[in-house]
Structure formats: structure tokens, C-alpha cells
Nanobody
């Protein structure tokens, strides 16, 4: 079984920083794309950032220049460094990854349970 576990969420004042982590565990063979999504109350879930196994990245326009996604392939972990946080960033942040299990034939998509990020003004 593969599991994604997020950590690092919390309450921070506007202008502050927060670092989210997501670690994949279980019988892992390889991980392709990893990413972060968020969902604010009453709004659609949206893609925040993604990173390929080779390190290529993509960001939502709303977070460009403020957020940085990175990964440590040896630790099967993806990070989201969030700087200059705004109240509009308040949401539940979800980790997502395409993972192939050891001896598996295909990649499957997994979601973490989410971590709350609240930015006060």
C-alpha cells in the first residue's frame, strides 16, 4: 500500500512563510509527477504547483514568484516553500503523486489527506 502524508500546515500572518512537506511511503518502485493542489471554502480545487521526476516545474499564476516546489527523490518527498503569504492563500492543501509500486505494472494516482493553511491579515 502507498500512502502520502502531508505536514507543515498551520496559522501564519500575512507576509509570513510556511513550508509544506509530503512524504510517500510503502512499497514504492518509482514516482513520476508530484504536485500540490488547494481548495478554499466554497471554491473549486485548483492546481498550485507540480514537479516532474527530472525537476521541471509549473506554477499557478497566483503563486508565481512566491511559492517554490522541490523534491528529494531519495526520500520520496515533495516540498512547497510558501513565502509572502496572503489571506487568499488560505485553503486545505493536498499532495498528489503518480506512483508505481514495487513490481507493479503501472502508475496509480494518490492523494494525501490534506493540511490546513490559514493566513491571517
Amino acid at each position: 500500500q502507498v500512502q502520502l502524508v502531508e505536514s507543515g500546515g498551520g496559522l501564519v500572518q500575512a507576509g509570513g512563510s510556511l513550508r509544506l512537506s509530503c512524504a510517500a511511503s510503502g512499497q514504492i518502485g518509482s514516482i513520476n509527477v508530484m504536485g500540490w493542489h488547494r481548495q478554499a471554502p466554497g471554491k473549486q480545487r485548483e492546481l498550485v504547483a507540480l514537479i516532474t521526476s527530472g525537476g521541471s516545474t509549473n506554477y499557478a499564476d497566483s503563486v508565481k514568484g512566491r511559492f517554490t516546489i522541490s523534491r528529494d527523490n531519495a526520500k520520496n518527498t515533495v516540498y512547497l516553500q510558501m513565502n509572502s503569504l496572503k489571506p487568499e492563500d488560505t485553503a486545505v492543501y493536498y499532495c498528489n503523486a503518480d506512483v508505481r509500486a514495487r513490481y507493479g505494472a503501472t502508475f496509480n494516482n494518490y492523494w494525501g489527506q490534506g493540511t490546513q493553511v490559514t493566513v491571517s491579515s
